[in-house]
């Protein structure tokens, strides 16, 4: 079949697409992306077809750190970044249309309704994927408000019923013009859940069910799949100078943010290296989107770099401190490395919570909290405490044994018929 697979966001929701576009291709189907234009070079070293969408993504995610957004750990603030910069929003649709001619089948980001507006109008099946909860339920409070931690059943109700409305109510205006330029009706004022739930369209949430179960009160429709990953592209090799590093001395261990920007890079350089310094270990830090220690004179025993496929990379380290992105918190449970987690928005909070929680990662520490005395400590007992790292190996070993993009082709391939 001819599939479109649809997500708008930065690395953490275009990487794990693009996974999902090199399984199904395996499988014998035709996939376009359509992701920010961020990641044509990333789609074009798998041979998949792109199509971009909308501006740059990166800028968005420079902007919401210096305007305190990021890292804040104020929801309201990065909603009212959100809303002040609707141009990174609103020309979306119309490529996501665009993009989708020709399409048989789409699979689209949960979150993202447009995707299912499209997908509606050119009346083909449809699926949606997205890589933390969105479907409410009593089993843990919402992923997009506090950390995680239960606060009472009342409490946990009213967040999930705010994170549906909020959720909805930054995209309506938007969707509700592109539905107009195509002739159909606006969804109804709650959204397009009961419309979805009449449809059975399923949801797949591609994490694994070892770090957080299906909860029982979930539609049928929903499936808790197993992470999707992506391997290193064809012909790949790791630069020479990295395996050098790695040669001359113990595992590193890494440190990145993915594509979380810093308000002031060079002051968390510092921190990092200061950080390194108290705790006696060498340092790999990915530069990610803040371009945190590139083009820096570094100590012998640190070294920077671009971003690297989790898949090799992390096996090949002592511990990870990250952000709580759900894909790299897949990625080094998955290793078997123990997580010194620091938060900066969105769902990244409730990860952190969930790792310390299953007892595979340190106390999470707030990137607005971040000392190096603190991130030096941490390192020390991730490093140091057996409990730690042997819950890791545990949780390592049960999602091995999955295989998340494998599970969501059957599903889509049992669900299209």
Do not use: C
């Not at 141009?87 to 249309?97: I, Q, S, T, V």
């Amino acid at each position: 079949m001819r599939i479109v697979l649809i997500t708008i966001g930065g690395w953490g929701d275009s990487e794990p697409f693009l996974a999902l576009a090199v399984r199904l291709m395996r499988e014998g189907h035709s996939v376009r992306l359509a992701a920010r234009p961020d990641f044509a070079d990333l789609a074009a070293a798998y041979g998949v077809e792109f199509a971009p969408l909308g501006r740059s993504y990166q800028p968005f995610i420079t902007g919401a750190a210096q305007a305190s957004a990021l890292g804040s750990g104020h929801l309201l603030r990065q909603v009212r970044y959100g809303l002040a910069q609707r141009g990174y929003f609103h020309e979306l649709g119309e490529d996501a249309w665009q993009a989708a001619q020709g399409a048989q089948a789409i699979i689209y980001k949960y979150s993202w309704v447009t995707g299912y507006t499209v997908a509606e109008k050119l009346g083909v099946p449809r699926a949606a994927a997205m890589f933390f909860p969105l479907t409410p339920t009593r089993a843990f409070p919402s992923f997009l408000i506090g950390n995680g931690a239960s606060r009472g059943r009342l409490a946990s109700h009213i967040g999930w019923e705010l994170t549906g409305l909020v959720s909805w109510q930054l995209l309506r205006r938007d969707d509700a013009e592109l539905r107009r330029r195509l002739g159909m009706r606006p969804l109804p004022t709650r959204g397009p859940v009961h419309q979805q739930e009449r449809e059975a369209m399923p949801v797949y949430y591609a994490y694994s069910p070892a770090v957080l179960p299906r909860p029982a009160d979930w539609p049928g429709r929903m499936y808790v799949t197993g992470y999707w990953f992506l391997g290193p592209p064809p012909g790949w090799q790791p630069p020479p100078q990295l395996l050098q590093f790695l040669a001359e001395g113990p595992p590193p261990v890494s440190i990145g943010f993915g594509s979380m920007a810093s308000r002031d890079p060079q002051a968390t350089l510092n921190l990092v290296l200061d950080a390194l310094r108290l705790s006696g270990q060498r340092g790999l830090i990915l530069s990610g989107w803040a371009g945190l220690g590139k083009d820096a004179a570094l100590p012998r025993n640190v070294f920077a770099t671009d971003s690297l496929p989790h898949t090799w990379l992390f096996p090949r380290m002592a511990a990870a401190v990250h952000h709580g992105g759900a894909g790299t918190t897949g990625a080094a449970l998955a290793a078997g490395l123990p997580s010194i987690i620091t938060p900066l928005a969105a769902d990244q909070p409730s990860w952190a919570r969930t790792v310390y929680q299953l007892g595979a990662g340190t106390d999470p520490i707030p990137f607005a909290a971040l000392t190096a005395g603190r991130l030096a400590a941490a390192i020390r007992q991730a490093l140091t405490d057996p409990r730690i790292r042997h819950r890791a190996a545990e949780l390592a070993a049960q999602i091995q044994a999955e295989d998340g993009l494998g599970r969501t082709a059957e599903l889509f391939a049992h669900h299209i018929g």
